[in-house]
């Protein structure tokens, strides 16, 4: 290489060359970008929580935390107001129980299929009119469960009311299912061809190396999708909303109506209370109580999942 050559390479890869500097710029306007997204959802998460806390802090001044954790009734819009969150619990945990009964054996199935016995073709086909589920909007779900699932329960089930928690759990699970399916679909071909190659080389099954390999190995990832599922189906309103009945009921009968904390929220914020009241500011307070209850099971996901990794 000659001199000049030399001498050209060297300025092109000086620090202050201009293409090195244009470079060096972008990526930082780049990292800046990154940087402020990342930002944005942290700071929209500190504004949530302190309207939260700071709407609920009056609330507790008119309402001991002992009343409002043990008191079996819900009733702040009657004159002789109760403030038991028992109620909306029982009603938002039940309705999420029978949703991820559903959901997850679907969804895991689903992922199991698509991910061992599709052909990859077939498989860019299914995939996303699985994931259309995702797009229908909730209210036609919630119509669905009162006119078409209910009368069907009816049949097996005689006694049961118009509203109840099982259809909408019903619902709730079956529109969860391409949360569920696709994340944990894309966990397991995550998995090393390798693994599945040992496993057949044994003389398993397609479906035993499916169940017996590929979803253990996968399981953390598969963590993230029960976890989303738990959180899409604890934040569900509209469906519980039009199905489930709206009244607040302390019980485990899935036959019977009740209300969850989002249901709540949905009929308080359609009437003309006051900014200020008490039963005004049960809505930020139920609010609340429904961000810890997502986030103690986002934080009981997160230690399987990272549980799972470890013996991984």
């Known amino acids: 290489m000659s001199k000049s050559q030399l001498r050209k390479l060297s300025e092109f890869t000086s620090a202050d060359h201009p293409v090195r500097r244009m470079r060096r710029l972008r990526e930082r306007a780049i990292e800046t970008v990154l940087f402020l997204a990342a930002a944005s959802s942290v700071l929209v998460t500190i504004g949530i929580v302190g309207i ?3 709407e609920s802090m009056p609330f507790f001044a008119h309402v001991s935390l002992k009343d409002f954790l043990t008191d079996t009734q819900w009733t702040p819009l009657f004159e002789n107001a109760r403030y038991g969150i028992l109620p909306l619990l029982s009603g938002t945990l039940l309705s999420t129980v029978i949703a991820l009964s559903v959901a997850i054996p679907l969804g895991t199935v689903a992922a199991a299929f698509l ?3 599709v052909r990859p ?3 860019e086909i299914l ?4 994931e259309l589920l995702a797009a229908v909007p909730t209210v036609v779900y919630g119509y669905f469960a009162l006119l078409f699932v209910t009368p069907l329960l009816q049949k097996i089930i005689p006694n049961l009311g118009g509203f109840n928690v099982l259809s909408a759990g019903i619902v709730i699970g079956v529109m969860i299912v391409p949360y569920v399916s696709s994340l944990s679909e894309d ?9 599945r190659e040992a496993s057949f080389a044994v003389g398993a099954s397609r479906m035993q190396t499916a169940f017996r390999v590929v979803i253990p190995a996968a399981f953390s990832g598969i963590t993230s999708a029960y976890i989303l599922g738990i959180s899409r189906a604890l934040g569900e309103t509209m469906v519980v909303a039009i199905a489930a009945g709206m009244q607040p009921n302390l019980t485990i009968n899935p036959t019977e109506p009740a209300a969850t904390i989002t249901a709540f929220i949905v009929q308080v914020s359609l009437g003309d209370l006051p ?3 008490i039963g005004y500011q049960s809505i930020y307070v139920a609010g609340l109580s429904l961000l810890v209850l997502t986030l103690c099971f ?5 230690w399987l999942r990272k549980k799972f990794q470890e013996k991984e």
């Open 52 to 54: 939260l806390v700071t």
């Open 298 to 302: 986002n934080i009981v996901g997160l």
């Open 121 to 123: 073709s077939a498989r």
């Open 187 to 195: 966990a397991m071909r995550s998995v090393p061809n390798h693994l």
């Open 127 to 130: 995939k996303p009119v699985l």
């Open 275 to 277: 900014h200020g009241s």
């Open 115 to 117: 991910s061992e016995y």
